[in-house]
């Protein structure tokens, strides 16, 4: 129990389900950030810590939690399956070794066919609950065997590498939790229900989620899900590291739980190695195995046992899990704080037409925040006459400012504050102001975001 620290409360568990862990929000980098620049271009160079790079996960360890998961079929009847014993036995097996690693576990119940079926959550405490990196594998087998690729494999690599986070004490940006789905076989019935169970307020914290079902198949290949253009190159990055070439994974888009996740608009990506699909010469010439046969030969069979399981794969694959855990939640390359500013000057027609003036955000991950903090410097002898709104990258308008004809001061130089964590970050954002009376004049100054 030496991480009984990290033990939350039995309220505190509720809470880590819905993905309400109130951990405290890390500070962010001092405001005002560096000096403004060029027009349109980020203010200084992107900078961050080298994120810590990730750890070898033992292929000994997560070949031995299949080893267990293997018995546990054995001791009930053969498999893993939803509604039966075995499916049960391998959800206790995993949240023991969760909860001794100081990670708050939660099983989620459910009915699918008549049978309980569970989920099990497991949340890493800390990082920033407003950001949330989910990696998981479906625990549950066919009925038909002991489903040791599919999906034992990406069940004990995901637990090996919750496993390693504890072990390294790690300190994410993100908030990291770890998923074990049910019922998978039936449909994606487990993930599907946890998404619809997560308020939309909670779906919109969750920066990214990894699958990982089969992940060791014994003739495999070396697939990435084409999804989140982000997560995809995170893996591709690892592959090219090692120097193994990967291809898209074709063998069925929306065939496991990352499609829970895809269909409510969660970014996703994950790892595959291929099922009952046949090996091309090409694939084998470049991968090794042999060409001609099924990735999986024992795909959904009884013979899906722990001998049906390449090593390689399974190694590589649990080591490409961690590097994607450790990097992507490492937080955003560009720091809180970032401006970008234009000063090039926008003379604004009397009682004319709407002008813009633009920033090109680049660089950034994900979505702009709550807090967009939109300085606007703009010089005109009667204020009233401007409507001023921020166009987001996709074109939707925020109003910052209607017109007035009793407001007559001078000038608009202020700062607003937008709510824009629908918009994406990068892309071009524009300020646009219309003078709507006739009489007085002016100019957009300059104008700046803050992220
Ligand atoms: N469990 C999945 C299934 O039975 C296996 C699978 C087939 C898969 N094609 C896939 C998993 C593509 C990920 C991607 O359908
Ligand atoms: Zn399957
Ligand atoms: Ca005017």
Redesign the pocket.
Known sequence: MSHSAHRRTAAATALALAGLLTAAVPATAAPGGPPASAPGSPASAATSPAALAAPDIPLANVKAHLSELQSIAGANGGNRAHGRPGYKASIDYVKAKLDAAGFTTTVQQFTSSGATGYNLIADWPGGDPNQVLMAGA?LDSVSSGPGMN??GSGSAGVLETALAVSRAQLQPAKHLRFAWWGA??LGLVGSRYYVNNLPSAERSKISGYL?F??IGSPNPGYFV?DDDPAIEQTFKDFYAGLGVPTEI?T???G??DHASFKNVGIAVG?L?TG?SRTKSSAQAQKWGGTAGQAFDRCY?SSCDTTSNINDTALDRNSDAIAHAVWTLSAGSTVPPGEVYETTGDVAIPDNGAAVTSSVTVSGRTGNAPATLKVGVDIKHTWRGDLVVDLLAPDGTAYRLKNSSGSDSADNVITTYTVNASAEAANGTWKLRVQDVAAQDTGYIDSWRLTF
């Open positions: 479906h599919d999906n998978e076989e699958n079902d089969m899900y994974e063998e069925g888009d065939r496991s994950g595959f099922a959904h």
